[in-house]
């Protein structure tokens, strides 16, 4: 699979700058990219940049925090444009909700004991949980990153503080002024049983979504499967992303992410890509 339509850096809570994970997609064989992190475009220029230097085809993205009947999901806008002044304003707003849901933490731990964690607010990337765990391993406090998770930042964790972001009608508002696809990301990931997934897909839909996220890291072929169906079935387009954030493992190695099942209509048919991509399988 050449698409790879989910990507981090350091402006959120990847570890790459976006010049380094543009190099790296392309060694591993990705032939589009799109960089989609988490409530900033602020690595899109630069990785812009560095895909034109390696002929690599470039979707500018971002990742949404949304919350939906009580529960935060993600929702991918694939070719927005980061000069969009109502997106601008929008991104804006959920970072200014992340370093507030940031201070409410940093307090918490502080309260707990656990030590000052403010410097973590001064990064001149987003605020994300993920950087509040690494702080905790370093500080000894979790022996990893998953485990500060589950131990501090997750419900009934002293370090939880529940987030309130973007409205789902809202968050596919903003994509669709900004001119891009609205892709629901990982949609298995939300643990919700049948009944809601499909009501959530059908929000999603009615709300103008574009695109189910039916191949990403971790799913087996009868859940790929299952969501190419439940895309089919709401009129939706399908999505390819690894949502890399880390050098190692890259899941999107050419053959490592699967390609579409059968039946799916790629996003990407959408687009007309630049001409450095045209012809791109
Ligand atoms: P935030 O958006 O700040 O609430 O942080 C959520 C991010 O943390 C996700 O995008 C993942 O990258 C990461 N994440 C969520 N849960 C875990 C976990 N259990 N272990 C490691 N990383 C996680
Ligand atoms: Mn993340
Ligand atoms: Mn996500
Ligand atoms: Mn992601």
């Known amino acids: 699979m050449y698409y790879d339509l989910h990507t981090h850096t350091v402006w959120s809570d990847g570890e790459l700058g976006p010049t380094a994970l543009v190099a790296h997609a392309a060694r591993a064989g990705v032939r589009v990219l799109a960089l989609t992190d988490h409530d900033t475009m602020d690595g899109v220029d630069e990785a812009a940049q560095a895909a034109r230097g ?91 990153r998953a485990t500060a998770f589950k131990r501090f ?71 790929m499967g299952r969501l190419a169906r439940l895309a089919h079935r709401h009129g939706l387009c399908a999505s390819v992303g690894s949502d890399f954030h880390k050098a190692l493992p890259w899941r999107s190695l050419p053959g490592g992410l699967p390609d579409l099942p059968e039946g799916c209509r790629p996003i990407w048919e959408r687009w007309s890509l630049p001409s450095y991509a045209q012809g791109i399988p």
């Open 54 to 144: 390696l002929g690599l085809g470039f979707v500018p993205g971002v990742e949404l925090s949304v919350t939906w009947q009580g529960l935060t999901v993600h929702v991918v806008g694939l070719g927005v444009d980061a000069g969009n002044a109502v997106l601008k304003r929008a991104l804006q707003g959920l970072r200014a909700k992340r370093l507030q849901r940031g201070q409410a933490i940093v307090q918490a731990l502080g309260a707990a004991d656990l030590g000052d964690a403010r410097p973590i607010l001064e990064r001149e990337g987003i605020v994300s949980r993920v950087h509040i765990a690494d702080w905790l391993v370093t500080k000894g406090h979790a022996r990893n």
């Open 153 to 223: 930042l997750t419900r009934g964790g002293v370090g939880y503080v529940a987030g309130e972001w973007a409205g789902l009608e809202e968050a596919v508002d903003w994509i669709l002024k900004a001119g891009g696809d609205a892709v629901l990301a990982h949609p298995t990931r939300y643990r919700l049983s049948g009944g809601r997934l499909q009501q959530l897909v059908r929000g999603f839909a009615e709300a103008g979504g574009g695109a189910l996220e039916v191949v990403t890291a971790g799913l087996d072929a009868g859940e």
